[in-house]
């Protein structure tokens, strides 16, 4: 890979090697930073770019969320909208995270990852109104049915006991 010089292209815009991915996520920080309350200077000093560049970052993501908010003005469809892209990114960080488990052979990384999926899981249980029950849960609730279970056979044999003495042996001559 060559240097930060060789890497910058002499037309104007984005360094060549910089994806949409990393420009994408350098916006998402500058608007993370400014919902914060930070100053676009104060953004721009932080990040060493310029504020200029921070100025027009906000500028795009603030006509972006006009934009999502003209689309999605019914809530349902917003509700909606908001669930399918958490549900999509989720989904596609787990999906991630699993490729590259199968991918690696180092135990720390395969554990980290596995944390990751089985997090990503968690987020969609909650996500789709799921939950699952503790191992704790499982086995209280196995000891009420079989409790349950005991109590239906104990007033069987009750309502028997009851029975048997209401009907008097008839005893021959």
């Given amino acids: ?42 953004i721009a000093q932080g990040l060493g770019i310029n504020q200029s560049s921070v100025s027009r970052m906000l500028t795009l993501l603030r006509r972006r969320n006009a934009e999502w908010f003209q689309a999605n003005k019914d809530p349902d469809r917003r509700y909606q909208a908001l669930f399918k892209e958490s549900y999509d990114g989720i989904t596609a960080t787990v999906v991630e995270a699993w490729r590259l488990y199968h991918r690696t052979e180092q135990a720390e ?60 042996p008839i005893t021959g001559p």
Avoid: F
């Fill in 1 to 42: 890979m060559g240097n930060a010089l060789e890497m910058h292209d002499s037309r104007a815009g984005r360094p060549r090697g910089q994806t949409r991915r990393l420009a994408e996520e350098q916006r998402l920080r500058v608007y993370h930073l400014s919902l914060q309350g930070y100053s676009e200077g104060e």
């Fill in 109 to 168: 990384v395969k554990s980290n990852l596995l944390g990751r999926v089985q997090h990503g899981i968690g987020l969609c249980c909650r996500l789709l109104g799921i939950s699952a029950p503790t191992l704790q849960e499982l086995h209280w609730e196995q000891q009420v049915a079989d409790m349950e279970n005991r109590a239906d056979e104990l007033k069987k044999q009750l309502e028997e006991l009851r029975l048997s003495r209401q009907i008097i």
